[in-house]
């Protein structure tokens, strides 16, 4: 079956939103000035297999590619069926995101 174009399109940017809203509602009730001004963070919607579908827009551009190592460390120490529907992860490990975190 083939998708429609148009259906492709309102559910890409759909996913696309959900990340987005995430990190605007993080920002929102962060206490941190690094969150809440600089956008110090990253936020992402992922499969069940952990594989990435949809990153936040706006975050500093070194987090593109820093969400990938957390979530790999996550299902390392957790696995697959460690997650929940609604589960959510900070890692803080000192050498998983090579970001700030990796600093102290």
């Known amino acids: 079956m083939k998708a429609h174009p148009?259906?492709?399109e309102v559910v890409r940017n759909a996913v696309v939103a959900?990340?987005?809203e995430m990190a605007n509602v993080l920002a929102k009730s962060a206490y941190n000035m690094m969150i809440y001004e600089v956008r110090d963070y990253c936020c992402g919607l992922l499969d069940v297999k952990g594989r990435?579908?949809?990153?936040n827009r706006g975050g500093l551009p070194i987090?593109?590619?820093?969400?990938?190592p957390a979530v790999e460390?996550?299902?390392a120490r957790y696995?697959?069926?460690g997650f929940k529907p609604g589960d959510i992860r900070a890692p803080r490990?000192?050498?998983t995101a090579k970001a700030c975190s990796?600093?102290?």
Do not use: E, P
Not at 52 to 55: G, K, L, T, V
Not at 63 to 68: K, P, S, V
């Open 93 to 95: 490990r000192r050498f």
């Open 6 to 8: 148009i259906t492709v």
């Open 102 to 104: 990796s600093a102290r």
């Open 52 to 55: 990435m579908i949809s990153q």
């Open 73 to 75: 460390d996550g299902i």
């Open 79 to 81: 696995g697959l069926n």
């Open 63 to 68: 987090f593109l590619a820093d969400l990938g």
């Open 18 to 20: 959900y990340a987005d």
